[in-house]
């Protein structure tokens, strides 16, 4: 699969069930063009956990959809460890889904979709990639 084009944070992931046109349309643009965005599982943990059960179907019907994947840390102790990584932005960032979604943008070189443009700003910069929802 290739890497994604946007990484979805938390507040992402709410704007899509709450209705926000620009997620669906960023993701119709990926889905054209035969590219991917990316969940980081920290992100779909925290939706869940500030979700309705009555909504947990429409971010189901997402992590099914071909254009999307989603991310798992790498939990290798001895060779590909992410999680300090991942704990040390969340740090910084103020929110466990936002260093997760950071992460996993750096290292794909991938814009984010977020809520809380300040968060990922924090660790990427100001001249990451990022659609503000």
Do not use: K
Request: hydrophobic share 45%.
């Amino acid at each position: 699969m290739s890497r994604p084009y946007w990484v979805l944070d938390t507040g992402a992931l709410l704007a899509y069930v709450h209705g926000v046109p620009a997620v669906g349309e960023a993701l119709v643009e990926v889905a054209d063009t035969e590219g991917t965005a990316a969940l980081p599982l920290a992100c779909l943990l925290e939706a869940y956990s500030l979700l309705e059960p009555d909504e947990h179907e429409l971010l189901r019907m997402l992590r099914r959809n071909p254009a999307v994947r989603t991310v798992l840390p790498m939990l290798d102790l001895d060779n590909d460890d992410e999680v300090p990584t991942i704990g040390s932005m969340a740090r910084h960032t103020g929110r466990l889904g936002a260093g997760h979604a950071a992460w996993v943008a750096l290292v794909n070189q991938a814009g984010v979709i977020t809520s809380r443009p300040d968060q990922i700003r924090v660790v990427l910069g100001e001249g990451w990639e990022i659609l503000e929802v």
